[in-house]
Structures are given as structure tokens and as C-alpha cells.
């Protein structure tokens, strides 16, 4: 079942046509990573789906139930979490859940204890400082509970580790692996080697439309490969093969690297073979959801 679906979605700001007829769907109990440039047209698209911004045409539907600007009847099958969270400074964690939990018509015993459930996920369970003293990685996990403390079946990221240190994209990233047994998890990021750690499926957003989409496995295999690594025993026969195929690139005294198919590949082992060259490693370079983007969108 798809918890998300978009079809034919167009926006324009002015002259600007910022969503071309994008079509997206999004698979229950995955983590989806929904790509693109900065300026692509991804906050957008989750404004529309959340009803706070009104499309110019198409439909949206959330488990089964079409979004309509301004009516936002659909958003209680949704968690949220913008690119920069805003709290209440002078709460503690626990006290803002429950706020939330309140205004979300939750009872008191079920906010105490999904409360503690939850700082526990994002590992904020024994903080007990005013959220003023927090650090961005920390307000960023206490956003991830806020969104999960309704048990929503679909969970929005905005961004959620752009402007996090090596360290505190890891944290969130291990979060975002740990809700995905709770809810379905679609977050959009320029920063590709998250998606590849955690996700199960992405797509691509490009001029507007989704340019490709599919499991991971599914992407990688749009190209057969990258290229090859060859390493030689000597320099001499390293800088050979340079001078008889000019697209071999040295990254090492004896590590070359060539981009190209393995018709390529045949002709320089011919050419080693005949030539009797000792090879120490040969190593096929497995293609990159960030090559294949970069292919796809430029």
C-alpha cells in the first residue's frame, strides 16, 4: 500500500514554474528519500501535501484520503519535522511533549508514556534542561519525538541533517532507521550518502518532475557500473598503460582508474595479457546514487 500519492502536482510563484506535473509514491513502512538540488522545488512539495500551500493542479492523497489546501483533515495520519524546529525555550522536553500531547486531544496517561518512550528513541530521555540550552542536533531529535508522539503513519523530514556535524547527522539518521518500525519515513535532503546509509527507496526531483524513482537496488542498476580500478605491480607498467589509453587516470603511482564499459575493460586486458603485465588488483567500481544524480540532473 502507498501511504503517498502525488499526481500531475504543478506550482508556480509569478513566472516561475516550480513543480512541473510531479508524480510521486510513497510505499508503507519505508524510509524515502526524496532528492534534489537546493531550490528544487522539495519544501514545496511538502507544504502542498501538509495543505498549507494551495497547487495549481494535480492531487494528493494520504493513506487513501485527498488533501485539500486549508483543510487539513489528512494531517492526522502525519508527523512533521521542519529544517529548523521552533520550541517553547523555557520547557523542558518532557513538558513540551505534553503540551503537544494536549493539543493533539491525547489523555494524560497515554502522553506520560509515550512521552518517555520517546525521548528515550531520540536520546533524550534523562535531559531534563530547558530546550534554550539545546544544541541544533538535539533540537532536531526532540522535532523527531514531537512528530512521532501521535503515532502518524507517515513521518516528513525537511532536511533534517543539513546543518548537522558528521556526529549529529549519524544520531539522526540512526533515529530516522528506528522509526521506520513505527511509521513510514520520507525526508528530503541534497546530501546523498544519507540515502544510501538508510533508505529504502528515493526519487529524484528535477525541473520539476521526478526525474527517476525506485529502491535503491533498482537505481544503482540504471548503470551497469562506474568504471574500474586496475593496479599494477610497477610504476613503469602503470605509466605503459597510460601512454597506449589515454582515458586511464592515475590516482596512485601504480592505481589507475578508467570510466567506461567492459568493452573498454576487455581491450586493455588484451593488452596487458599480450604485453605480459603483472596486475596486482583488478576492481570494478560500483556505481553511486550521487554519479547517477549527477548524470540524471545536469
Known sequence: MDVLTIQNLKKKFGSKEVLCGLDLSVPEHSIFGFIGKNGAGKTTTMKAILGFLRSDSGEIHVMGEKVHFGQTGTNRYIGYLPDVPEFYSYMTP?????????????NKADIAARSKELLDLVGLGQECR????????MKQRLGIAQALLNRPKLLICDEPTSALDPAGRKEILDILLAAR???????????????????????FLHNGKIAMQGTIAQLRNKRASDGFIIETEKKGAADTLIKAFGDLKRTEQTVLVFHGGEDRFFSIMQYVAENRMSIQRMERIEPTLESLFLEVTT
Do not use: N, P
Open 94 to 106: 518532557t513538558e513540551y511533549l505534553t503540551l503537544c500531547g494536549e493539543v493533539c486531544g491525547m
Open 130 to 137: 530547558r530546550i534554550k540550552g539545546f544544541s541544533r542536533g
Open 181 to 203: 518500525q513505527q511509521t513510514t519515513v520520507l525526508f528530503s535532503t541534497h546530501i546523498l550518502s544519507d540515502v544510501e546509509r538508510i533508505c529504502t527507496e528515493a526519487a
